[in-house]
């Protein structure tokens, strides 16, 4: 397994974690963990497509 494959794996794991953690704790959740955890899920599915993106461009030598 590539090291590439382990980081998408390690960063699909983070975005269903912390998608898990924000469903369960809304409720109590204060304004700044409301506003600041899909913008940080948002980040983390932008660095996912930058990635798949990267890895399946043609690479020239």
Excluded: W
């Excluded at 924000?22 to 599915?45: D, G, H, K, M, W």
């Amino acid at each position: 397994m590539s090291t590439d494959k382990v980081n998408r794996g390690i960063l699909l794991t983070m975005v269903a974690l912390v998608t898990i953690a924000y469903i369960a704790l809304y409720e109590q959740a204060s304004t700044n963990f409301r506003l600041y955890v899909p913008l940080c899920v948002a980040a983390l599915v932008g660095l996912l497509i930058h990635d798949a993106v990267t890895s399946h461009r043609p690479r020239r030598h």
